[in-house]
């Protein structure tokens, strides 16, 4: 809070914060949205999710595209955190006033902070596991899914609640549509990516002959 109030005396060092919590925002939402996409090509068959993993490695795009990501995600963590209440008082205060507001804006920016924390770490122990057993393939992605599907399933959870509120959001905040479609929107968007990440949860696990 005490860097807060140190760059509310700057409003320009305020909204270049704002520009980046929002381009970086965006890039990681459509890097989860395709990401999503292409995991659930396992629905298509264990050959094309290997052919477009190859794919991946063959013209440099995992290799460019991780570190990129890594990065843009340090970016959003450092603008989007700067407003995170860090000491017991203001977040009992914090808490307080939602309660008393009772508005849902409110209690959207309270869980986008606590699902963003979570995946900071949950997102961190997928990305070392994911390096570590390099490169990806439909057996390694199965072996992976089955013995912790229970932690790929929090991580989907969160990540794609964390991804449609926050860009519901971001819309909102700079005034870019109006709140009632927007939200309708992104609720489907996000319906509809969350189904894609059960289906392939469970094809995974079908192979790996959990179920």
Known sequence: MQAQRLLTKNPRAELYYDIVELFTGLTLVGFLWTHMIFVSTILLGTEVYDILAAGLDDYYLSYIGIPFIIIVAIMHVLSAGR??????????????????????????????????????ALGAIHVF???????????????????????????????????????????????????????????????????????????FNALGGAL
């Open 83 to 120: 407003r995170i209440p860090t000491r017991y008082q203001e977040q009992k205060v914090i808490w307080r006033h939602a309660k008393m507001l009772k508005g849902t804006d409110t209690w959207v920016w309270i869980f986008q902070v606590i699902t963003g924390v979570s995946i900071l």
């Open 129 to 203: 596991v994911v390096l570590a057993q390099w490169p990806i393939d439909a057996a390694i992605s199965t072996e992976r899914m089955t013995a912790f599907w229970w932690f790929y399933l929090v991580l989907l959870l969160l990540g794609e609640y964390h991804a449609g509120f926050g860009i519901y959001r971001q819309f909102v905040k700079w005034g870019w549509f109006p709140r009632r479609p927007l939200g309708f929107v992104c609720k489907v968007i996000t319906t509809i990516i969350l189904g894609l990440g059960f289906a392939a949860l469970w094809v």
